[in-house]
C-alpha cells in the first residue's frame, strides 16, 4: 500500500527530524520551503509528481543535498558563505531567499539532483552496531562472516577501522583517524572487550558510491547537514580511513544479491551476520520479500556452531531507532539497544 503522507506533510516531518537531530538550519531551511511549496514557487516546480511516496523517498532531504552540493563545489558562493560545511557562517537568519535563488540559477542541477536518493551511510552508527556485533563474537566464539545490505559507500563495513571506548571497555584501532567516547552511550554499556574475528565481509549496493573519486567524496558531504560540523568531521576521517582500505561493494538489489550469497546457507564453523542501517524503510517490497526469503533459507540451515544473524538499526518511532538481533537456528528476537537515528544515545538494554 502506498504511504499516505503528502509532500507538504513530508516537508513537517522532516521538520521536526532536524529539529530533533539538533539541525537550526534544516528545521529553518525545511520551514521556508515548505512555505515556498504551498505558495507555487519553485519548491512546487521542482518536486511535485517526482514521487508518490516523498517521505519514504526522503524528497525534502534530496532537495537539500543539491544546494550542498553546489556549494561545496564552489558552484554556490552565495550558500557557501552561510554553511559552516563550506568555512561559512549562519547566525540563525532565515536564508531561504538566498537557497531559492540558488535553484532559479541551477534549475537543471536540482531536477537532475533530486533524482539521487539519500545515502548518508552515517558513521555515527558504527559504535551501536559495532556493540551488536561483540555480543555475537562473546555469544559465539566463532569468526564473524559479515554480509551488509544497502552499504552506500561501504563506511560501516569498515566498521573494524575505527576506534570504540565506552569508558569501560574499549575495542578497534587505538590510533584511528575516527574515534568514539563515552559520551555515545547512555546507562548501561555493552561489553567491548572481546575478541572479533572476522572472516570474511561482503557489501551490497543498488547505487554504490566510489569514494575513490572527488565526485563521490562530494557526494557523501552533501547529504549531510551543513551545519552539523561534527557528523562533517566524522565523516571526513571516514573518507581518509577509506581511502586507505579497500572494499568491493556488488551493486545489485538486496534481495537478489542476499539470496545469492546464502543459496547454501550460511558460513560453516562461523557466525553468518547480515547487518544494515536506516535502509529497511527504502527497500520495494520485492527486494524485502527477497531479503526475508534469503535469511529464512539459510536460518533453516544454521546451526548451534554455525548460527545465522539479522542485526538491523531501523526506525523505531520518529526520535529514536532500535538495534535488533534475530538469531538462528532458534529464530530468537531480541531487542538489544535504543539510538538516536544519527547514532547517538546509545541505551543498551540487551540482556548481558
Not at 16 to 41: E, F, K
Not at 92 to 110: K, N, Y
Not at 178 to 202: E, H
Not at 316 to 332: C, F, I, K, V
Request: glycine share 8%; net charge negative; hydrophobic share 45%.
Amino acid at each position: 500500500m502506498p504511504e499516505s503522507f503528502t509532500l507538504a506533510q513530508a516537508f513537517e516531518r522532516q521538520v521536526h527530524g532536524a529539529a530533533i537531530a539538533g539541525s537550526p538550519m534544516y528545521a529553518s531551511l525545511l520551514n521556508g520551503l515548505l512555505a515556498d511549496y504551498l505558495a507555487g514557487g519553485f519548491t512546487a516546480e521542482i518536486l511535485e509528481g517526482l514521487t508518490d511516496t516523498p517521505l519514504h523517498d526522503a524528497t525534502p532531504l534530496r532537495y537539500l543535498a543539491v544546494a550542498h552540493r553546489l556549494a561545496l563545489e564552489g558552484r554556490a558562493p552565495e550558500l557557501a558563505a552561510l554553511y559552516p560545511s563550506c568555512s561559512g557562517r549562519w547566525d540563525g537568519q532565515d536564508i531561504t531567499d538566498v537557497l531559492l535563488s540558488v535553484v532559479a540559477t541551477h534549475r537543471g542541477d536540482f531536477v537532475r539532483g533530486v533524482q539521487r536518493g539519500v545515502q548518508t551511510n552515517e558513521v555515527g552508527r558504527a559504535p551501536v552496531l559495532v556493540s551488536g556485533l561483540a555480543l555475537l563474537a562473546e555469544r559465539h566464539r566463532a569468526p564473524l562472516d559479515i554480509l551488509e545490505i544497502g552499504s552506500s559507500a561501504g563506511l560501516l563495513s569498515r566498521w573494524d577501522h575505527y576506534f570504540y571506548d565506552t569508558g569501560e571497555t574499549c575495542l578497534g584501532v587505538a590510533d584511528s583517524l575516527l574515534r568514539f567516547g563515552p559520551a555515545w552511550w547512555k546507562g548501561p554499556k555493552p561489553a567491548l572487550d572481546v575478541r572479533i574475528d572476522i572472516a570474511r565481509k561482503r557489501a551490497v549496493d543498488l547505487s554504490p558510491i566510489d569514494i575513490s573519486t572527488k565526485e563521490g567524496r562530494t557526494t557523501m558531504l552533501s547529504f549531510v547537514w551543513p551545519d552539523q560540523m561534527e557528523r562533517i568531521e566524522r565523516l571526513r576521517a571516514a573518507l581518509e580511513v577509506a581511502a586507505r582500505t579497500s572494499l568491493a561493494i556488488d551493486q545489485a538489489d538486496a534481495g537478489v544479491w542476499l539470496g545469492e550469497q546464502l543459496r547454501d546457507g550460511g558460513a560453516r564453523g562461523a557466525t553468518t551476520v547480515v547487518f544494515h542501517s536506516i535502509v529497511w524503510q527504502y527497500l520495494p517490497r520485492d527486494t524485502k520479500d527477497g531479503v526475508r526469503a534469503a535469511l529464512a533459507h539459510a536460518g533453516s540451515k544454521a546451526t548451534t556452531d554455525s548460527p545465522l544473524a539479522w542485526l538491523r538499526m531501523e526506525p523505531a518511532t520518529p526520535d529514536h531507532a532500535e538495534l535488533r538481533l534475530t538469531t538462528w537456528p532458534t529464530g530468537e528476537q531480541e531487542l538489544l539497544a535504543q539510538v538516536g537515528y544519527h547514532g547517538a544515545d546509545i541505551r543498551w538494554v540487551a540482556s548481558p
